[in-house]
């Protein structure tokens, strides 16, 4: 089958297509049908349940991003009477947060997730119930800078130029001076997923009370000590992390969340939600509220409230098997209300702060306390024409990223010009970017520092990444925003993401009900894919199955 007509609104059938191919390329074409099964959404909850099962129930959801937002589409197919908490009361999302400039909403910059790879099926499945349009994040003609140890060069897919010119500053073994870079890159992140057998790899993608010894091991070291294990030289180490920011927040953390990506192919062909990624949570809430969503016709289903400025700071189970949510209104007044089922979607940096009682299981306590979260910064910049798509040594970019040692770590371009019409674009038109996204300390350290300063050191850095004079910016700039997760009220981090021997500690135990199977849970944090909307879409389907097979 084709795939060359893929770049808008992929079929599921091109969609695989390439996932297919991809895998050829990887050597590894017997994991398919896993990653296929396991990122899928599951059986309809109509297969395990009666329309309305639920009439009597009423339930009540904390948080309104997509884990909390796909239960109670899911949950509403059954008659139950759903209550959906949100704290915020500024915007909808959870953790997607797409900010439009101008209200025509043509020009914006992602915030927050912005990504969704060829096979994260949930992810589709739903893009594809509410019939939004996609396009392509991948350019063959990006023609992106790699600018680090004061060097500028364009990136290019055989990494030719970081051989030439960075090869000789880093203290290299023979071997891999003497090794492409791309292979190398390869032997220190595939080789001991290669070494796992089709079995064993799929457990990257399960959750499990227990893991053949081989991917148990593997989960219990740092990508770091897997370099290590190899024979990697620290060398090798420090030129991965200056050509590759995400490499360097990654060292210390488990080494599944290297392979989980690699894995599933998460970076292979991404997508984006062409409009905006906010329009697949506002898709919910506007069938939510609808009493005959055209997706849902002439079916019977319970009512949802969604409540947003209401934060929930308490759960209680009662003596009479009920779980009562204290919550605080936007007027500041607290009260409480009483559910017969919970599900809590919220991330557990804010959790920890949450009155629980009686506490739940040991192990997951534990784990609020301890999950690691990573901080995350993005800062969006409208420019009154699109000086990277000129034709000059500063230019010449058509979408992708372009990766620095500085502070910004990245640079992300949308990709406005398509190559059968690029008569149709010019770069005098307005345009934006996303002029930093830098994850771990330096989100951090550049947030930290008051708004002029932290703006004026990302100016100054994409001058340097694009090879400007310094100020000359400051005349196209028309507007900018930026987030710094750990600073949001209701997230405090931006995604999770585990330390060595996490995912076998706690995974588990985070995914079972507590409180007589009355209060569940889900979000990307208990999923098998954190960072991506994958894990918040599917735990939350997911969950509502768990609910629908109990009653």
């Known amino acids: 089958m084709s795939v060359q007509n893929a770049f808008y609104n992929p079929t599921s059938e091109q969609r695989h297509e390439l996932l297919k191919e991809a895998l050829i390329n990887a050597g590894r074409t017997e994991d398919y049908e896993n990653i296929i099964e396991l990122l899928g959404p599951g059986p309809d909850i109509l297969e395990l349940a009666s329309a309305d099962s639920l009439k009597d129930y009423k339930i009540g959801v904390i948080g309104a991003g997509l884990a909390g937002l796909s239960a109670a589409y899911e949950l509403r ?32 910059s992602e915030l927050g997730a912005t990504r969704i790879p060829i096979s994260h099926e949930t992810s589709w499945h739903y ?110 180490v420090n030129l991965l992390c200056a050509v590759n920011p995400i490499a360097a927040v990654l060292l210390n953390l488990s080494y599944n969340e290297t392979i989980s990506g690699i894995y599933s192919l998460d970076f292979f062909s991404i997508y984006r939600i062409s409009e905006g990624m906010v329009k697949l949570p506002l898709a919910f809430i506007s069938s939510l509220i609808n009493n005959n969503p055209p997706e849902l016709r002439n079916q019977a289903l319970g009512k949802v409230i969604i409540k947003f400025g209401h934060a929930v700071d308490g759960i209680f189970f009662s003596s009479d098997n009920f779980i009562n949510l204290q919550y605080t209104d936007p007027k500041g007044t607290k009260t409480s209300e009483s559910f017969d089922l919970v599900i809590c979607t919220i991330p557990f940096s804010i959790l920890r702060e949450f009155n629980i009682n009686p506490y739940f299981n040991d192990t997951k306590m ?157 979000g990307e944090h208990i999923s098998t894919k954190p960072r991506w909307i994958q894990g918040s879409l599917q735990t939350g389907k997911w969950v509502a199955n768990q609910i629908a097979m109990s009653i």
């Open 127 to 236: 893009i594809n119930l509410f019939n939004l349009n996609t396009s392509s994040m991948v350019s063959p003609d990006s023609n992106n800078f790699l600018y680090t140890n004061n060097i500028r060069m364009r990136r290019s897919f055989s990494s030719i130029e970081i051989e030439e010119f960075l090869y000789p500053l880093y203290n290299l073994t023979e071997k891999e001076r003497n090794t492409p870079w791309p292979e190398l890159v390869s032997y220190a992140d595939n080789t001991l997923l290669n070494n796992l057998t089709p079995g064993q790899r799929s457990e990257i993608l399960k959750i499990l009370p227990q893991y053949s010894n081989q991917y148990a091991q593997l989960t219990k070291m740092s990508t770091n000590n897997v370099y290590e294990s190899l024979g990697l030289s620290q060398g090798f």
């Open 77 to 108: 197919k059954l008659g139950a009477s759903i209550t959906v908490y949100d704290a915020e009361d500024k915007r909808i999302g959870g953790r997607i947060y797409t900010h439009y400039f101008n209200k025509s909403t043509e020009y914006f």
């Open 366 to 522: 534990q784990a609020i306390r301890e999950l690691n979260y990573l901080d995350a910064q993005k800062t969006g910049i409208l420019f009154n024409k699109r000086f990277w798509e000129e034709n000059e040594p500063y230019g010449n970019i058509n979408g992708g990223i372009s990766y620095t040692d500085l502070i910004i770590q990245s640079i992300i371009y949308p990709l406005y010009i398509r190559g059968e019409k690029p008569d149709d674009y010019s770069y005098n038109e307005p345009g934006t970017i996303v002029a930093s996204y830098n994850i771990g300390a330096d989100a951090t350290r550049l947030s930290n520092q008051n708004s002029y300063r932290r703006f004026e050191k990302i100016k100054q850095d994409v001058e340097k990444v694009h090879g400007l004079p310094k100020g000359y910016l400051d005349l196209l700039i028309e507007d900018y925003k930026t987030v710094h997760w750990n600073s949001e009220q209701w997230s405090r981090s931006a995604f999770s993401a585990g330390y060595p021997g996490q995912k076998i500690n706690f995974a588990y135990s985070m995914i079972q009900p507590e409180y007589n199977n009355r209060l569940y849970f889900a």
